[in-house]
């Protein structure tokens, strides 16, 4: 079965600095991979996806993300992260296959300090 | 803005109530999904839809039961629910099989926050 694993459960970072949130999944090919964004009391954006193809996705304001087969990675990134980007993040795969299917990782929620 | 629309955004019932959350979205995706949301935690999936079929029900006790009158809207029945069914319920919305699209690209709506007394 496929899981995914967000190691992080909280993470502050101050305004200007650079993000990283890690997400390890498993799955014994390679899965349909996606980050998520949910601001409080919302609903869940999607920042970016990948399947195949550039391991390096660049997605919405201004995150990118890096798949790394040989880790079994896909983590998030911000070279410069801004107050209104502090959020509860999720990383997501789905199998491939497997119709629309998701399994969420449990969610790193982000605090930035001004 | 969100292209998926959920009302209401907030309801309050009591265990003996009958009520419905209504999802509405005119992207013209033929998948809809509920999940369900606890504080702190990642959506659960509850139920999905493909083309009008109910095709995923997970495990879901009857107390909700899902309808799917047409492409566009997806309603979920609420009865006799208890204190910990209390929760953030959201609707998804995306392509679907002959439709193409990405597996797993769901557009979600800003979700109904119910509140079970």
């Known amino acids: 079965a496929q899981s995914v694993t967000q190691p992080d459960i909280h993470i502050t970072v101050s305004e200007g600095a650079s993000l990283e949130l890690r997400c390890n999944y498993s799955?014994?090919?390679?899965?349909?991979l996606f980050w998520y964004v949910q601001s409080p009391g919302q609903g869940l954006q999607l920042l970016l996806k990948y399947f195949s193809g550039d391991t390096l996705v660049q997605g919405i304001k201004g995150f990118e993300a890096e798949f790394k087969r040989s880790q079994s990675s896909f983590n998030l990134r911000k070279p410069s992260v801004h107050w209104s980007d502090a959020a509860e993040y999720f990383c997501?795969?789905?199998?491939?296959?497997?119709?629309?299917?998701?399994?969420f990782g449990t969610g790193t929620q982000l605090k930035v300090e001004l | 803005d969100t292209e998926v629309t959920q009302t209401p955004k907030h309801l309050v019932m009591g265990m003996t109530n009958k009520k419905s959350l209504k999802c509405e979205q005119h992207m013209g995706h033929r998948a809809m999904y509920w999940y369900k949301q606890k504080a702190k935690k990642p959506p659960e999936l509850m139920f999905v839809?493909?083309?009008?079929?109910?095709?995923i029900n997970e495990s879901v006790p009857s107390r909700f039961s899902p309808e799917c009158p047409n492409s566009s809207l997806l309603n979920l029945h609420l009865h006799a629910l208890q204190p910990e069914d209390s929760a953030l319920y959201l609707c998804?919305?995306?392509?679907?099989?002959?439709?193409?699209?990405?597996?797993?690209?769901?557009?979600f709506g800003e979700g109904s926050r119910l509140t079970v007394l």
């Open positions: 997501a795969v789905a199998r491939t296959g497997g119709g629309n299917k998701l399994t």
């Open positions: 799955y014994g090919a390679t899965p349909y």
């Open positions: 839809y493909s083309y009008e079929k109910l095709s």
């Open positions: 998804a919305s995306s392509g679907a099989g002959r439709q193409g699209g990405f597996p797993g690209e769901l557009f």
